[in-house]
T-cell receptor, first 115, second 113 residues
Framework: DQQVKQNSPSLSVQEGRISILNCDYT??????FLWYKKYPAEGPTFLIS?????DKNEDGRFTVFLNKSAKHLSLHIVPSQPGDSAVYFC??????????????FGKGTKLSVKP | DAGVIQSPRHEVTEMGQEVTLRCKPI?????LFWYRQTMMRGLELLIY????????DSGMPEDRFSAKMPNASFSTLKIQPSEPRDSAVYFCASRPRQNTEAFFGQGTRLTVV
């Protein structure tokens, strides 16, 4: 039973265009969401996060949007660069309840940015 | 700080042998996580600790898997006996407190033949 779902295993975009990666979650106790980037043979590295009290957070070329009613978040990368080619993981955390402090990941989306 | 340190980076073992993976979290971090990455399941949470206490081990696949955190600076994940289907990359991560980012180690690539 997947609590965090990334339904697109892969995404290909042209350099300079927008990349939009999507993520859905099922657990209404999640209140903190993160995106990670992973290159082969390395550990995931943190990219950007958002608290459930916000609906948008921006950091340079990266923006995360949260729609709590739809239990959906997305990561926008504008403009996309070839160096952004990696696997992107969505993650969610519950700040209260029996599993507070946990950190659940989706299966990831492989982004390819073509020059 | 050197970040989260995992050892070994690679482990090849024969089916039935005991395997121990090690993790040193970032000093001062309250939470420690163990994940397994496979093509089928992505990054799967196995177990996590808060202040050295296991909070949720529901992700541990079988009794062959066990994890300990004897102190704030060290954790182990043990598989006994190991099986070929345990082959995967195992990651350790730590975070300072809840609702903060977690920092990952480089991972241990385990191959059971």
């Amino acid at each position: 039973d997947q609590q965090v779902k990334q339904n697109s295993p892969s995404l290909s975009v042209q350099e300079g265009r927008i990349s939009i990666l999507n993520c859905d979650y099922t657990n209404s106790m999640f209140d903190y969401f993160l995106w990670y980037k992973k290159y082969p043979a390395e550990g995931p590295t943190f990219l950007i996060s958002i608290s459930s009290i916000k609906d948008k957070n921006e950091d340079g070329r990266f923006t995360v949007f949260l729609n709590k009613s739809a239990k959906h978040l997305s990561l926008h990368i504008v403009p996309s660069q070839p160096g952004d080619s990696a696997v992107y993981f969505c993650a969610a955390s519950a700040g209260w309840g029996g599993s507070q402090g946990n950190l659940i990941f989706g299966k990831g989306t492989k982004l390819s940015v073509k020059p | 700080d050197a970040g989260v340190i995992q050892s070994p980076r690679h482990e090849v073992t024969e089916m039935g042998q005991e395997v121990t993976l090690r993790c040193k979290p970032i000093s001062g971090h309250d939470y420690l996580f163990w994940y397994r990455q496979t093509m089928m399941r992505g990054l799967e949470l196995l177990i996590y600790f808060n202040n050295n206490v296991p909070i949720d081990d529901s992700g541990m696949p079988e009794d062959r898997f066990s994890a300990k955190m004897p102190n704030a600076s060290f954790s182990t994940l043990k598989i006994q006996p190991s099986e070929p289907r345990d082959s995967a990359v195992y990651f350790c991560a730590s975070r300072p407190r809840q609702n903060t980012e977690a920092f990952f180690g480089q991972g241990t690539r385990l191959t059971v033949v």
